[in-house]
């Protein structure tokens, strides 16, 4: 089949490698693609945040099937548009995917579902936000409630933090624009997180590998909230009992609650009392998905084609292979204001110490910097050590100016795995 995949990131570079390994799949067009997924079909440009304009583009280069990796088009209606269409798509509808889109509807939903999650209030009037804070003090989590690229979310250790993040979201500035115009306040939960993905076709799911993410920019979680900085997959810290209490507690009642057909990705925190939901997403990871696909054996062509036909029982489970890590690297600045047109060099050095080089933020002739997260490498092995070791030595051969890249990624998995060989 011809395929479809909206995107631009090193999620969709991910992805991307892995449907032209599979046999359904006779060719791979991208919109709008990066330098790294132009290697792998032709991209076209396209207005992510339009199904209009994604719907005509598939009809135009006679798609069978879309893929969508982003939250916007999908939070926008794509796949209610495609299926009025009469398209195929594999993505939640517009309805599905407010689980992501807003979190006040996330929040209220997992109240009258029962899911674990942290306590909360909902606010639009800054004032009332701010006589709530003097009543719940630090640490507290102030989010914005619509979609802000992973940064909407700040974990305040201080009052004075706290006050000043509800003033840039409710306040004149609006930092995040609409999106800030609600906010859902939050307890502040303690533990460590994970990300979970069940690959749901509208009745039942599997789960992709768990993955932890490297939300903070700096080593040992210091600094702001990015998109991710690194991950790794699978995470020992979900072993099979916590994965138990996660479909008995939070899967299973989402899906009960909620139609959904598309990836379901849940952000868990692993607290004293069991793992509670830190947020839902309508969509992959980033950069999640680079490690979880490094490890995931199946062929996702067929897994996403089956679960958009409501058909994903005829998918054999398969058990994640080995062991795969991403380190981001990113522009300076970023998650601020960053540089872009800096020059990169050593992606061929780099894939000669046997790491993948995924394309994020990118663009072509020569090859420069366009974005705030700008590359992904990648390291696979049989442990989660020689992952990383092949993802930080192809690191070290990339150059571009203000690079910049956590050094510790992964460090609580192989803490963690080295405990369990101890016990
Ligand atoms: P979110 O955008 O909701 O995923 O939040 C981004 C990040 O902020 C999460 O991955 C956590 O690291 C942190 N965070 C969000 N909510 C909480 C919470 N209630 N308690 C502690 N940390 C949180
Ligand atoms: N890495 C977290 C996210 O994709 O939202």
């Known amino acids: 089949m011809k395929v479809l995949l909206i995107g631009s990131g090193g999620r969709e570079h991910a992805i991307a490698l892995k ?86 509807f996330s929040k209220e939903f997992m109240k009258k579902h029962n899911i674990p999650t942290a306590a909360y209030e909902t606010f639009t009037d800054l004032q009332k936000a701010k006589d709530y804070l003097k009543e719940h003090p630090a640490p507290i989590v102030v989010k914005a409630s619509g979609l802000a690229a992973g940064k909407g979310a700040v974990v305040c250790m201080s009052n004075e933090e706290a006050q000043s993040a509800v003033e840039e979201m409710l306040g004149e500035k609006a930092v995040f624009g609409e999106s800030g115009k609600t906010v859902v306040i939050e307890e502040f939960m303690e533990g460590e997180e994970a990300s979970i993905f069940a690959v749901c076709d509208g009745k039942d799911y599997i789960f992709l590998a768990p993955a932890q993410d490297h939300k903070r920019v700096f080593d040992d979680d210091k600094g702001p909230n990015t998109g991710g900085m690194g991950a790794y997959a699978p995470a020992p810290l979900v072993n099979d009992e916590m994965l138990k209490r996660i479909k008995k507690e939070i899967v299973d009642p989402t899906l009960k609650g909620i139609e959904y057909t598309g990836i379901l990705f849940i952000g868990i925190m692993a607290t004293k009392s069991g793992p509670k939901v830190v947020e839902y997403n309508c969509r992959l990871g980033d950069p999640e998905t680079q490690a979880i696909l490094g490890v995931y054996s199946g062929d996702l062509l067929e897994l996403f084609y089956k679960a958009a036909q409501g058909k994903i029982k005829e998918i054999p489970e398969t058990k994640p292979q080995g062991y795969a890590a991403v380190v981001v690297m990113a522009s300076e600045g970023y998650p601020g204001k960053y540089k872009s047109a800096v020059p990169i060099t050593g992606i061929e050095e780099a894939e000669k110490k046997g790491a993948t080089i995924l394309h994020a933020g990118t663009r072509d002739n020569p090859l420069q910097t366009a974005g705030g997260r700008v590359l992904c490498v990648v390291g696979k092995g049989k442990t989660l050590k020689a992952a990383l070791d092949i993802a930080y030595s192809g690191v070290k051969e990339i150059k571009f100016e203000g690079a910049h890249w956590r050094k510790d990624i992964g460090k609580k998995g192989l803490n963690a795995s080295q405990s369990i060989q101890k016990t």
């Open 19 to 104: 449907i032209k390994e599979s046999p359904l799949c006779d060719e791979l067009v991208c919109a709008p693609g990066n330098p790294g997924m132009a290697m792998l079909g032709k991209c076209f440009g396209v207005d992510v945040s339009s199904p209009k304009e994604i719907a005509e583009l598939a009809k135009k280069e006679n798609a069978d099937f879309t893929i969508i990796g982003p939250e916007i088009p999908l939070v926008a209606g794509v796949a209610d548009e495609f299926k009025k269409q009469g398209l195929q798509i594999f993505g939640p509808t517009k309805a599905a995917a407010m689980l992501e889109g807003s979190k006040a």
